[in-house]
């Protein structure tokens, strides 16, 4: 297995600390260390650091080789503009292939997830491998919510494939997207339905040939950069578009088998959701210090160290950086970015 750690965005929903220069995944959230140390580490208890990879722009890939120094230089594939999830995802393919990896098993290890236990999360990857020599389908992910998870798509089990394993594998009987709120209400309570939270695996070889199915817009771009062709001059030829727009048809017409994780799945999307991890992990905020008087279930964070005081308030987030002050209750922690385009659109 080849695992590419795969970062970019700039985390706005995670504003005021998460910035372009510094995105949420090099911030240290995780007990002192960033998201992208967290999962270097957990990589490298099973892979040498020559076996990793990481894909990213230029700017990043920087902050990246600062935070690990071990990371090959050779092993860092350069998006050279935002196009989105699909043609990144391509990329990573075309870039292995480059490598003469074409038919090696590769997984896209998103970075601004935590996986817990960390041990289980590397048995998942095993089972991953396996179905990627075995089978020439899709290979995702997805675990049994047990509540509406909103702002993720779903995924309906299928067939089971593998029950030998605690680690179960399932064919997809249909992708469900996260506008359609009456079919995921229809089988929240059926066991079968799944938040899908990707883990895309396959060899090079496989993925590209999904993309000449149903993409192939995307697919002659990426063979030309698999063939030694100028990486900035055929990335600029793929339309932007997300990962969905193959994968949904793959999902639906029987081309995709999804691996149910065993380990709890930890995304790092709103100031909302790094609260509940600090607290189910007994972790605090190592910054300034923190009051709170009459109120409770208040997260605080400072960044420069200053005292951070509430009243009279409960269920808030407060945080201050060299860059802003935002205070939100939790529950409307997703909609920060919102005030990341107010502010890039110089509305203040």
Known sequence: MNPVIICGGTGSKMWPL???????????????????????????????????????????????????????????????????????????????????KGDEPFMLIQVDDLRLPEDEFLKFIDVAENLCRSSSKYITAGFVPDRVVLGVDYLLTGKLISGDSPIKVHEIADYIDRSETEKILKYMDSGRLLVHTNHTSMTPNNLLSMYEKYKPEWFLPLMQIANGGDVALEYAKMPKGTLEE???????????????????????????????????????????????????????????????????????????????????????????????????????
């Open 18 to 100: 998460s910035t372009p220069t510094l995105p949420k995944h090099f911030l240290p959230f995780v007990d002192g260390k960033s998201l992208f140390q967290a999962n270097w580490e957990v990589l490298r208890k099973k892979y040498a650091a020559k076996d990793i990879y990481l894909q990213t722009n230029a700017l990043q890939a920087k902050i990246a080789h600062n935070q690990v120094n071990e990371l090959v230089h050779e092993n860092i594939f350069i998006e050279p503009e935002t196009r989105n999830q699909g043609p990144a995802t391509g990329l990573a393919a075309a870039s292995l292939k480059k490598l003469g």
């Open 246 to 348: 193959i994968t949904a048809k793959s999902h639906r017409n029987g081309d995709s088998l999804v691996i149910i994780h065993p380990f709890k799945w930890i995304d790092f999307g709103t100031w909302e959701f790094v609260d509940k991890f600090y607290k189910d992990n007994d972790y605090f905020p190592n910054n300034g210090g923190q009051v709170e008087i009459d109120g409770e279930n208040n997260f605080l964070w400072s960044e420069s160290g200053k005292v951070v005081a509430t009243i009279g308030v409960s269920d808030l987030v407060v945080i201050e950086s060299k860059d802003g002050i935002l205070v939100a209750k939790k529950e409307s922690t997703g909609k920060v970015g919102q005030v990341v385009e107010k502010i890039n659109a110089g509305d203040v």
